[in-house]
Structure formats: structure tokens, C-alpha cells
């Protein structure tokens, strides 16, 4: 079963960092893109941060650039997202994704989804 695991969530005070870590089951994932998605309540998912299957290809919104980095070690099939300088706004449910072709900013390309950690960030 594919399965993607999120952790790291919880609460934080503005200007704080955190970092999220996603673990995914299926070895095969490391020639997948990964991803991060946000929703808030009453909003749609939105894309974070995504990076292709070796590393080389990183995109991040615009509303986190320059705040967020994401990573991965294959070695160890997890995915990093740090963020730092953290807002109120960047309160949300963060979804970690993967994906079998190039990294997306459209959630409906992703095929696969872990279940969510939620990021609260305190002003």
C-alpha cells in the first residue's frame, strides 16, 4: 500500500520555524516529484513547494518564497519542508504529494497524498 506520512505540525509563534518531514512507503518514490500543499479553512488547497525526483528542480508560491525550502533525501525516502519566518497566514493543514511525472502547482495532478499535519501559527 502507498502510503505518504506526514509529521511535524503544531504550534508556533510568528517569526518562528518549523520544519515538516513526509515519509513515503514505496521505495519506487524516489524517482517521484514530491510536494507541499496548505489548506485553511473554508479555502481550497494550495501549492507550497514542490521539487522534482533528484533534486534539481525546486518552485515555491509566491506567498512562501524566500521563507520555505524544501528538500529530500532519497536515502531515507522523506521530504523536508522548512519554513521559517513563520505568519499567521501560514496557518493551514499541510499536505505532503507525490507524483510519477514533472512537479505540478495544480493539486489535481497529484496522485498521491499523505493525510495532513496541521500548522498553527500563533500572531
Known amino acids: 500500500q502507498v502510503q505518504l506520512v506526514e509529521s511535524g505540525g503544531g504550534l508556533v509563534e510568528a517569526g518562528g520555524s518549523r520544519r515538516l518531514s513526509c515519509v513515503y512507503s514505496v521505495r519506487a518514490f524516489v524517482t517521484y516529484a514530491t510536494g507541499w500543499f496548505r489548506q485553511a479553512p473554508g479555502n481550497e488547497r494550495e501549492f507550497v513547494a514542490a521539487l522534482g525526483w533528484d533534486g534539481s528542480d525546486t518552485y515555491y508560491a509566491d506567498s512562501v518564497k524566500g521563507r520555505f525550502t524544501i528538500s529530500r533525501v532519497n536515502a531515507k525516502n522523506t521530504v523536508y519542508l522548512q519554513m521559517d519566518s513563520l505568519k499567521p497566514e501560514d496557518t493551514a493543514v499541510y499536505y505532503c504529494?507525490?507524483?510519477?511525472?514533472?512537479?505540478?502547482?495544480?493539486?489535481?495532478?497529484?496522485?498521491?497524498w499523505g493525510q495532513g499535519t496541521q500548522v498553527t501559527v500563533s500572531s
Open positions: 504529494a507525490a507524483r510519477g511525472g514533472p512537479p505540478d502547482s495544480m493539486a489535481e495532478e497529484w496522485s498521491y
